[in-house]
T-cell receptor, first 105, second 114 residues
Framework: KNEVEQSPQNLTAQEGEFITINCSYS?????LHWLQQHPGGGIVSLFM???GKKKHGRLIATINIQEKHSSLHITASHPRDSAVYIC???????FGTGTRLQVFP | ETGVTQTPRHLVMGMTNKKSLKCEQH?????MYWYKQSAKKPLELMFV???????ENNSVPSRFSPECPNSSHLFLHLHTLQPEDSALYLC?????????????FGPGTRLTVL
């Protein structure tokens, strides 16, 4: 069992839908990283958070340190949001396998 | 150039070849990392360098040999690789290693070993 688990592994949505990706971890961490990886491989850092909630545009990330759980929400999803979303510990440097999101017009 | 760059972007090599991957960061960071990403597997940390010194080797086979001549440059020297080493190799940098700081990733080198 991975120390960082993501669900679902694959997700398809229609444009405009609200999307939630979940991340659970079994190790103690000081901060969690959400990354976005587009086809072709490049990785972009979306959020780093250690408590509460962060928002950037249509993206919202929340974390509950006691429950060792984080969620990434995308509001009003768009085809350009199609990517693999990866969560991981920014201090332990361990990551989940990613959630592949496809948003169709 | 800004951010983290990697060259080459694609590399095909035979098992007897020797090649090197290069990473350069223009962010003034002090820590640099090599990751391996294989299909259906999580990002796997390989090496960590902090202020040019290797601080972590995550049980990586000796056919992978990193080099960090300064805080801005990181190399991964490859020799006698195996087909299972085919993967995307990603370089990243951050302000300091393992302090929970944000990591910035390069575009990766897609390696195919024949």
């Amino acid at each position: 069992k991975n120390e960082v688990e993501q669900s679902p592994q694959n997700l398809t949505a229609q444009e405009g839908e609200f999307i939630t990706i979940n991340c659970s971890y079994s190790v103690g961490i000081s901060a969690l990283h959400w990354l976005q990886q587009h086809p072709g491989g490049g990785i972009v850092s979306l959020f780093m958070l250690s408590s509460g909630k962060k928002k950037h545009g249509r993206l919202i990330a929340t974390i509950n340190i006691q429950e060792k759980h984080s969620s990434l929400h995308i509001t009003a999803s768009h085809p350009r949001d199609s990517a693999v979303y990866i969560c991981g510990s920014s201090d332990k440097l361990i990551f989940g396998t990613g959630t592949r999101l496809q948003v169709f017009p | 150039e800004t951010g983290v760059t990697q060259t080459p972007r694609h590399l095909v090599m035979g098992m007897t070849n020797k090649k090197s991957l290069k990473c350069e960061q223009h962010l003034g960071h002090n820590a640099m990392y090599w990751y391996k990403q294989s299909a259906k597997k999580p990002l796997e940390l390989m090496f960590v360098y902090n202020f040019k010194e290797q601080t972590e080797n995550n049980s990586v086979p000796s056919r992978f040999s990193p080099e960090c001549p300064n805080s801005s440059h990181l190399f991964l020297h490859l020799h006698t690789l195996q087909p299972e080493d085919s993967a995307l190799y990603l370089c990243a940098s951050s302000q300091a290693a393992r302090e929970g700081g944000e990591q910035f990733f390069g575009p990766g080198t897609r390696l195919t070993v024949l």
